[in-house]
């Protein structure tokens, strides 16, 4: 426990110490501070779906961002060898760096409650379906993390390790998403749409915080991070 | 606390270590030679538990370096080649770091802090980021990453690669220190450098040990013969014809004669002693000598000879 918050820490610190977490913080609120407020005076309605409706696709490119580093990083500079030679299991790293880069996604939606706080200034929203929206964001934001952490740790070139945490991602989206889910034949149709990142995430969005959808975010979080703990390991296989 | 058994790794068709089978004690410097791409550091890797060997066992501090690794890991301080060390932290914050990582107890961590910025001569520098250090400099804070939990094994690869000539004397004498009680285990290229600090020699070629053994025994291993040269002031024909007749020698050249000073260079059986025999072949004719010395084969020569063999 005691490794995993020392590496939490030193790792959420280095988001801090480089311009990363800036940048992303930023452009994160940039963006969707803008895609929000474009339509929220056309709509003219005291709601958030069109900020929550757009998360998926813009996590899509910010989280792979995130994460590249995680472990392309280490592995490029070579401080992969003096870290997994400390007496650390490799979950607990696996761990540690997959919750520093979620500690630097709640500041960021922390950050972004400003939106909120000025729609219940101009009206009077559902709070419910705020609350469950950010707790739905937050999940979805986990799950982004964890494939990206995995796809850091395939290779130790940064941009290949964004490249392919945003096609993983992208994948697991789509297969969810009507366009493809209309096209596949019947049988693949439940499984799909199971397994899609962004269908749970609106089921959760209608305010409806289904443990079912609770535990697809988890299982999926934890399948990523077993995957990425094997994946460090794999240099030890024989 | 080492032991190493038939460790044998291969990359893909390429195999890095083979068949290597060594041990090391407490109180031990042990020197790992060899040319580039030996098998040095993939086996350094392997007692560190970074890499797994194919083949064979090796224990460290007595743990299994595959089954109880975090054990072994507990027990060795490493430094990988070329100090890869997070650029963008503080000195004292990387150590800071390290004293959590390696369970240091909160009321200890600044007195070990401190040790270790003084063995390695850091004060200079606890301001500074460490991607502001030179290359020297992120050396030595390597090295002390590696000394902060006083572990009972050290284990350096390249420790002075890329330093200064007074950098590297100084910290050859650290390693010499270190070594009076522990472990070390460290690897070069560079030959001046075992003689000078290793109580023990390893020297690995294609993977495989080729010599074992103290700096003194390898050298008179690939020796056999004495080597002297003899410059004395007398008459070619006396000097050459008392050569002749002492046993010990086994062969003389006679490399020239300057105003009546004539110089040999003379193999003698090993184990004679010729220098001094010879000095008293001088002085019973009277003759005046003006130069004796003994050719030393160094530890180039064992080098050379082993690894070229290999490869041949």
């Known amino acids: 426990m005691t490794n995993i918050a020392a590496l939490l820490k030193k790792e959420f610190k280095s988001y801090f110490s480089s311009p990363i977490a800036y940048i992303f913080i930023t452009f994160f609120l940039g963006i969707s501070g803008w895609l929000f407020f474009r339509s929220f005076f056309l709509v003219n309605q005291a709601e958030m779906r069109g900020f929550f409706g757009l998360m998926p696709w813009i996590f899509l490119f910010f989280i792979p961002a995130v994460t590249m580093k995680l472990w392309a990083e280490e592995k490029k500079l070579g401080t992969v060898e003096i870290l997994m030679t400390l007496p650390i299991q490799d979950y607990e790293v696996v761990i540690g760096k997959f919750l520093a880069s979620f500690g630097l996604l709640v500041v960021t939606v922390l950050l972004s409650l400003v939106l909120p706080f000025s729609v219940m200034y101009l009206g009077n929203p559902d709070g419910g379906t705020l609350i469950s929206g950010y707790i739905g964001l937050l999940l979805m934001g986990g799950a982004y993390l964890a494939i990206g952490l995995f796809a850091s740790t395939l290779t130790e070139n940064q941009i290949v390790a964004f490249i392919l945490g945003i096609t993983a991602c992208f994948v697991l989206l789509i297969i969810g998403e009507d366009i493809v889910l209309f096209n596949a034949p019947n049988w693949l149709f439940p499984i799909f749409s199971y397994l899609g990142l962004g269908a749970h995430y609106s089921s959760i969005l209608r305010g409806v915080l289904d443990s079912r959808d609770i535990i697809y975010y988890l299982s999926l979080i934890g399948f990523f991070l077993y995957l990425s703990t094997l994946s460090v390991e794999s240099r030890k296989w024989r | ?312």
């Not at chain 2, 910025?117 to 804070?141: F, N, W």
């Not at chain 2, 020698?249 to 010729?274: F, K, L, M, P, R």
């Not at chain 2, 008293?280 to 003994?294: K, Y």
Request: include cysteine.
């Open chain 2, 1 to 312: 606390m080492i032991e190493v058994k038939e460790l044998t790794k291969s990359y893909g068709t390429t195999v890095a270590v083979d068949n290597v089978t060594f041990d090391a004690h407490a109180g031990e410097v042990l020197g790992f030679l060899g040319p580039n791409g030996a098998g040095k550091t993939t086996t350094m890797r392997i007692l560190t538990c970074y890499l797994s060997a194919d083949a064979g066992t090796a224990t460290v501090a007595g743990y299994d370096v595959f089954e109880e690794s975090v054990e072994v890991r507990k027990n060795i301080g490493y430094l990988p080649e070329s100090a890869p060390l997070y650029t963008d932290m503080g000195v004292i914050e990387y150590l800071n770091f390290m004293t959590q990582v390696r369970n240091i107890p909160k009321n200890q961590r600044k007195e070990r802090i401190r040790t270790v910025i003084d063995t390695c001569g850091l004060d200079d520098v606890i301001q500074k980021d460490i991607g502001e250090l030179s290359k020297g400099y992120r050396q030595r804070v390597g090295l002390a990453q590696s000394l902060i939990h006083d572990p009972p094994i050290l284990i350096l690869d390249e420790p002075t690669s890329g330093l200064d000539p007074s950098q590297i004397i100084e910290i050859r004498n650290l390693i010499k220190n270190i070594g009076q009680e522990k472990l070390v285990l460290f690897s070069t290229h560079i030959l001046p450098e075992v003689s000078a600090t290793c109580s023990r020699i390893l020297i690995i070629n294609n993977g495989k040990i080729v010599a074992n053994g103290t700096p003194e025994e390898l050298s008179s291993q690939a020796k056999g013969e004495e080597i002297v040269h003899i410059t004395i002031r007398g008459t070619q024909e006396t000097v050459e014809a008392q050569l002749n007749a002492l046993e010990f020698v086994s062969q003389w050249n006679h490399i020239g004669t300057d105003n009546g000073i004539v110089s040999y260079q003379i193999n003698a059986v090993q184990g004679s002693e010729a220098a001094e025999a010879l000095f008293h072949v001088v002085v019973e004719n009277g003759w005046s000598l003006t130069e004796l010395r003994q050719e030393s084969v160094d530890l180039e020569d064992v080098f050379l000879n082993l690894t070229d063999k290999e490869q041949a």
